[in-house]
């Protein structure tokens, strides 16, 4: 398998993508707004990129956090609140918060895997500073480490009850940043000791998950003249030691601006920085071609931690019933009537 996951250009698979993807062999795929009208539309377009690389379990990704970053939205699907509102009712109420939390993730993966997903691009662990850039704003649960950590974890626990990976990022931490990472490269100047007791601490305490993506986010304490995604300092010293995450690495969208270079010198420097994945999102066949070119097989520990990953979903999966579901959507717009 090539170490890539793609996204598409649109509604339906062209002939030119069936063939890309057939050659390629991705990983897996990502899916967005662009690609969803109805379920029914949506789980073809999952049953037709799984049918490329004939392998029924290859991961479908989608970003369905809740608040301003939903793919699936009404009326077909349920609006779900951002993280920041989950976070207020934790300072208020802790157990309460929790509750909703994972509540909150159990429905969203329920919406997810009903169009055939299976990974969710969630939680956010990124904290919400003063000055913290509005890309992440109220998808950021709180202000200190702590909160974070706790509501993450039961945002986690949600999602791989219902049998879907979570994906926490932007690892080792995006909140610092005070640019789009989308058009320009973050550069964070704080000094390591105080990333080390803010930023990291929520990756740390939730480093036994299977998946996370990184931050395309420049930490001057750690390696000034590379992003995190193409650090081989970064990658090594932080998120494999400091914070000690052994699962499978992602990067962040390579499409994205932060990082400079062609995409193919983009792919190839994550993936020797240490990312086991290079992620693209836009579906760009010119771009997917200059990716595919550059990725490469797997490794044997990409694959080893690919493995170990649906292994430890398949342990935490504890499923809902139809109307405990039903229970569950009843319950959290009692916990945020404001929200509905």
């Given amino acids: 398998m090539k170490a890539a996951i793609f996204g598409c250009a649109g509604t339906a698979l062209s002939s030119d993508e069936r063939a890309f993807f057939r050659d390629a062999d991705p990983l897996g795929y990502i899916l967005f707004a662009r690609n969803i009208q ?32 939903a793919r699936l939205r009404p009326p077909y699907w349920r609006k779900a609140p951002p ?3 989950l976070g207020a009712l934790y300072a208020s109420d802790p157990e309460r918060g929790l509750e909703a939390t994972r509540l909150n993730s159990h429905l969203l993966a329920a919406d ?3 169009i055939g997903c299976d990974v969710d691009c969630a939680p956010v662990l990124d904290i919400g500073f003063p000055q913290t850039h509005a890309v992440i704003g109220d998808r950021a649960y709180a202000s200190q480490p702590e909160p974070v950590a706790a509501l993450g974890r039961a945002a986690a626990e949600g999602l791989l009850a219902e049998g879907v990976m979570p994906v926490m990022k932007h ?7 005070t640019v789009d990472s989308h058009e320009t490269l973050p550069r964070v100047g704080a000094p390591r000791d105080a990333l080390e007791r803010t930023d990291f601490v929520p990756f740390k305490f939730l480093a036994d998950l299977p998946w996370a993506m990184t931050a395309h986010v420049l930490y001057e304490a750690i390696d000034p003249d590379s992003a995190l995604t193409v650090s ?6 932080v998120v494999r030691g400091h914070i000690g995450f052994e699962g499978l690495l992602l990067s962040d969208d390579l499409s994205m601006q932060a990082l400079g270079g062609t995409l193919g010198e983009r792919t190839a420097r994550a993936l020797a920085a240490g990312c086991d994945i290079a992620l693209h999102c836009n579906g760009r066949m010119d771009e997917m071609r200059q990716v595919a070119a550059n990725a490469g097989q797997m490794t044997g520990a990409a694959l080893h931690r690919f493995e170990a990953g649906r292994r430890y979903l398949a342990r935490h999966r504890a499923p809902l019933g139809r109307e405990d579901l039903v229970d569950a959507r009843r319950r959290l717009s009692a916990f945020l009537p404001e929200w509905g």
């Fill in 171 to 177: 690892i080792p931490g995006h909140g610092r940043a």
């Fill in 38 to 69: 109805s379920p029914d539309q949506a789980r073809c377009l999952t049953e037709d990129l799984r049918s490329c690389v004939a392998r029924a379990e290859a991961p479908i990704l989608i970003d369905q956090e809740g608040g301003r970053v």
């Fill in 112 to 114: 997810v895997s009903s």
């Fill in 232 to 237: 081989a300092r970064g990658v090594s010293e």
């Fill in 83 to 85: 993280a920041q509102l």
